[in-house]
């Protein structure tokens, strides 16, 4: 299992503070936002992670995370050069995950759930794609699954009336099929190359599973989730990361 964090973007939503700082080397509790899913994937035994980032924001990473190595892991960067998309993002991941599973998760995505057991899951089912879900209050603000008969159907990007409250968090995992179904995706209507378009071709092909995601999650690119996510991660700590 490979991991992949993308922290590309302009983080607009965060202005001004992003005009000086790419936003996932912003405070969220102890540690810069970026540490958490980067922990995350370590303490789930994925010690080989990818960082796509900007041209802009690879120097503020890199000097964050250098090699990997205070965190027990192996960083390799990449870099998108323009911002066409999630899936475009992840399609330069290809030749690092070669035939392997990865785990993707977004960069701004901040939860409390070990993600061994959901990483677990997957190996052992060795193929397909897999989402990971969370009931929310405002569905219209997110992607949404639709699940009937314990299979996902669907999922639709941000619906004016959404039929179900489960919103696709930013954390996937995908067998290296993921990197031939990009190829065949047309830019959407903003320009870009999108993730839902990569997953609904693996519910199409019925190679779609899912798992409802435990304790909190939160998507921390605007001020108010920003400090929502301070909230939770307060009192987080890493011991292995005491001299961080």
Not at 1 to 14: D, E, P, V, Y
Not at 42 to 55: D, M, N, Q, Y
Not at 64 to 88: C, M, N
Not at 161 to 173: D, E, F, H, K, R
Request: charge should be neutral; aromatic fraction near 8%.
């Amino acid at each position: 299992m490979k991991g992949i964090i993308l922290a590309g973007g302009t983080g607009s939503r965060l202005a001004p503070l992003t005009d000086v700082f790419n936003k996932h080397v912003l405070p969220v509790g102890r540690y810069p936002m970026i540490v958490h899913p980067l922990m995350q994937m370590a303490r789930a035994g994925i010690k080989e992670i990818l960082i796509v980032t900007t041209v802009a924001a690879l120097g503020d990473l890199s000097r964050t995370l250098g090699s990997g190595s205070k965190f027990g892991v192996d960083l390799t960067y990449r870099v998108q050069e323009q911002p066409k998309g999630i899936a475009q993002a992840l399609a330069l991941a290809a030749s690092f995950v070669q035939q392997d599973l990865c785990t993707v998760i977004l960069g701004d995505n901040i939860f409390t759930a070990d993600l061994e057991p959901y990483v677990q899951g997957f190996v052992h089912r060795d193929h397909g794609a897999q989402i990971l879900v969370k009931q929310v209050h405002d569905p219209s603000r997110y992607g949404i699954a639709q699940i009937e008969q314990g299979r996902v159907t669907s999922i639709m990007e941000k619906p004016p009336q959404p039929t179900s409250n489960l919103a696709v968090t930013g954390i996937y995992m995908y067998d290296p099929h993921v990197f031939r179904l990009i190829k065949t995706l047309q830019p959407s209507s903003r320009g870009e190359y999108e993730i839902t378009d990569v997953n609904n071709l693996y519910i199409k092909h019925s190679e779609m599973s899912y798992a409802v995601l435990s304790g909190d999650w939160i998507d921390a690119g605007t001020f108010p989730s920003l400090a929502r996510a301070n909230e939770i991660m307060a009192r987080c700590s890493y011991p292995e990361l005491s001299t961080l």
